[in-house]
């Protein structure tokens, strides 16, 4: 008997929790739960109408993020710039010690240009590297565990496709994965989820940059068994899946307890403009 | 006090939860940090709609809560609708405690705080991975769980005076 009024208490307590409104409720628990389940189950329509309104959807929302965060992004944007006057006469002091010749680089650097493209021209290479880009802000820097990413804003609108390279200061950044009408969603190298084919220069050795979730450094995978990657050589994008741009520099080798890693050139903390390749 | 202000200075302190809770999916804000080659992050949404939906329902209304899931889908770059279902889940949880408690007790929220969670996470996994084949980490998933508990008897001080407010600016 005791049980059954148990049981009972206990069946009535389940439906006042999801049937029940309160005074300022308008929904009640189920009704609710059946529009998120309806909701989740559009996401099977990629393309149509569904998906215009889908990305109209994101373009709000993204907008008003933007508006939301906005104080957020200036007190950040103030403390890097405290920290870089603090750090002023450090780099100043470095950059003297370094001795650079930046003009007689930069001819050099000029000669070899000009070089490789009489050389590839000679045996009808088509060139790799692409000088079509489109300058966006960044909207919105998300950045959680589940997920490193940046939101951009342009579209499709603006010629913007899925799997294009994005770069900051010529250093790679990360590629498009999500494309609405007035903005993208670009996925950070440091992603999990980010994979992208290297290339390690001197020596030309083929991998797979694998992001790890820190903002520093990403993983080489697929490294070949016998390899001459030394400290300081310097990682590229290899091109090779046909979407992401070719020589575009990513970063540089370090080695920590035998284990290759690569040091991005990007501050990912403090990107604000980003450079989207433009595919044709 | 002018009535006026009087009048604001409630109703700003009605609507908080809730502009909290929309600062929070809008901002996409967690306070992630990295250690040990590991992610962590605090969940600060659950921790919001559990406490509410628990100490004070009508500070949150269930339709919001449904429109903060789709925002943080659409922020976190999930599915549109996941986010939905995790926090209406939490609130038939927290509303079913609620019906059942007796004696409201710190200690039994927080050990209830954490059941929730793993339910809500859990269920969270299996639809991002088996239905939509999502990539995410159940380890990442679980250490945002851990570290949300841990803090919720703090958000707890600082919320339950909050309602206290609440209940003095409705009785002023």
Redo the contacts between chains.
């Keep these: 008997m005791a049980t059954e009024t148990g049981r009972d ?1 206990f069946i009535i ?2 439906r ?3 049937l ?1 409104k ?8 189920f009704t ?2 059946l ?9 099977y329509f990629k393309t149509g109408p569904v998906d215009q309104i ?1 990305s109209i ?2 373009d709000i ?2 907008r ?2 933007n508006i ?2 906005s104080p ?1 992004v200036f007190i950040k944007d103030k403390y890097y710039l405290l920290q870089d006057h603090i750090k002023m006469y450090e780099d100043y002091d470095n950059l003297k010690k370094k001795k650079l010749k930046l003009e007689s680089l930069e001819n050099e650097n000029q000669f070899f240009k000009e070089e490789n493209y009489r050389l590839k021209k000679l045996i009808n290479e088509k060139s790799l590297l692409s000088e079509n880009y489109v300058i966006t802000k960044v909207l ?1 820097d ?6 490193k ?1 940046v939101i951009i804003n342009k579209g499709f609108k603006h010629g913007i496709k899925n799997g294009s390279s994005v770069v900051d200061n010529s250093y790679y950044v990360g590629k498009i ?2 494309v609405n009408h007035l903005s993208s ?1 670009v996925l950070l190298a440091t992603d ?2 980010s994979k992208i084919p290297v290339i390690i220069e001197p020596g030309g050795i083929n991998a797979i940059l694998s992001g ?4 520093f450094n990403a993983e080489l995978e697929y490294l070949p068994i016998i390899n001459e990657v030394k400290d300081g050589d310097i990682v590229y994008t290899s091109g090779i899946d046909g979407k992401i741009s070719a020589a575009i520099p990513v970063g540089k080798i370090f080695i920590n307890k035998d284990k290759k890693l690569v040091k991005f050139f990007t501050n990912f903390s403090q990107i604000n403009f980003v450079k989207v390749n433009k595919q044709k | 006090m002018k009535k006026a202000d009087t009048k604001f200075y409630i109703n700003f302190i009605r609507t908080l939860p809730i502009l909290i809770l929309y600062l929070l999916v809008l901002t996409g804000f967690d306070l992630s940090f990295f250690l040990y080659d590991n992610n962590f992050s605090f969940n600060f949404v659950y921790l919001i709609i559990f406490f509410f939906v628990l100490k004070n329902p009508n500070a949150l209304g269930y339709g919001l809560i449904f429109l903060a899931g789709i925002i943080n889908d659409v922020v976190q770059n999930f599915p549109i609708g996941v986010s939905s279902i995790n926090y209406l889940l939490l609130c038939a949880i927290a509303a079913f405690i609620r019906s059942r408690m007796i004696l409201p007790n710190i200690f039994y929220d927080w050990i209830l705080f954490f059941i929730s969670i793993l339910i809500v996470n859990s269920v969270n996994y299996l639809i991002l991975t088996m239905i939509f084949e999502f990539p995410i980490k159940y380890g990442i998933l679980m250490s945002s769980a851990i570290l949300t508990c841990l803090i919720y008897p703090l958000f707890s001080k600082v919320f339950n005076e909050k309602i206290l407010l609440i209940l003095r600016s409705e009785n002023d």
């Design positions: 208490d307590s389940i006042s929790a999801f029940n309160g005074t300022r409720q308008k929904f009640s628990l609710l739960l529009a998120s389940i309806f909701v989740l189950s559009l996401e889908r959807t994101k929302i993204f008003g993020s939301f965060s957020f919105l998300q950045k959680s565990p589940y997920l990413s994965v999500d969603r999990l989820n790890n979730g820190n903002d």
